[in-house]
T-cell receptor, first 115, second 115 residues
Framework: KQEVTQIPAALSVPEGENLVLNCSFT??????LQWFRQDPGKGLTSLLL?????REQTSGRLNASLDKSSGRSTLYIAASQPGDSATYLCAVRGGAGGGADGLTFGKGTHLIIQP | DAGVTQSPTHLIKTRGQQVTLRCSPK?????VSWYQQALGQGPQFIFQ???????QRGNFPDRFSGHQFPNYSSELNVNALLLGDSALYLC??????????????FGPGTRLLVL
């Protein structure tokens, strides 16, 4: 069964710092990996999607990498801002028990950027 | 272009009752997935509908059922509600091209409280 783990569970840093969020998954036979942002009580906003054949994706201050063979992904946030405060979720599509269609999510990293 | 919409936004039910949640996919999308997100947890995949049929199902009991209409909108039905069904229910839409590379776009969710 595919399992996704995110470390750390929570993180609080001063504004302006660069930071890294980690995600690991147990079965490397994935189709893709996606990073989402969730604000309190809200739905999910897709940040970056990395296909299994890709190594990284970038969008603005965000960069996500994927090492499929080791079952790891990182989300790098440059020059953090208070508006980046949210919960960040990692999800994979595929892998044992995950099927081709449903996403398997981690529990998320709760990020607070201090002004 | 309206994104994924869900109704109602909030709902309060009592144990044993039945509930129906609704979802309209993003324009141009033909596939709808449903997820349950308990407080402090990542979303869990319930099932996915494509061409009015359930295409894949997660580890949820038969009390959870769904339907997709010809206009691609979808309903999630939960019978015999339990306290543990209290959660945020998220709908996601995507293109059902059969390729697993497509991004899933999420709606704002329906918050269900079972008393």
């Amino acid at each position: 069964k595919q399992e996704v783990t995110q470390i750390p569970a929570a993180l609080s840093v001063p504004e302006g710092e660069n930071l890294v969020l980690n995600c690991s998954f147990t079965d490397s036979a994935i189709y893709n990996l996606q990073w989402f942002r969730q604000d309190p009580g809200k739905g999910l906003t897709s940040l970056l999607l990395i296909q299994s054949s890709q190594r990284e994706q970038t969008s603005g201050r965000l960069n996500a990498s994927l090492d499929k063979s080791s079952g790891r992904s990182t989300l790098y946030i440059a020059a953090s801002q208070p508006g980046d405060s949210a919960t960040y979720l990692c999800a994979v599509r595929g892998g044992a028990g995950g099927g081709a269609d449903g996403l398997t999510f981690g529990k998320g990293t709760h990020l607070i950027i201090q002004p | 272009d309206a994104g994924v919409t869900q109704s109602p936004t909030h709902l309060i039910k009592t144990r044993g009752q039945q509930v129906t949640l609704r979802c309209s996919p993003k324009s141009g999308h033909d596939t709808v997935s449903w997820y349950q997100q308990a407080l402090g947890q990542g979303p869990q995949f319930i099932f996915q509908y494509y061409e009015e049929e359930e295409r894949q199902r997660g580890n949820f009991p038969d009390r959870f059922s769904g339907h997709q209409f010809p206009n691609y909108s979808s309903e999630l039905n939960v019978n015999a509600l339990l306290l543990g069904d209290s959660a945020l229910y998220l709908c996601a839409s995507s293109l059902g091209s059969g390729l697993a590379r497509e991004t899933q776009y999420f709606g704002p969710g329906t918050r269900l409280l079972v008393l």
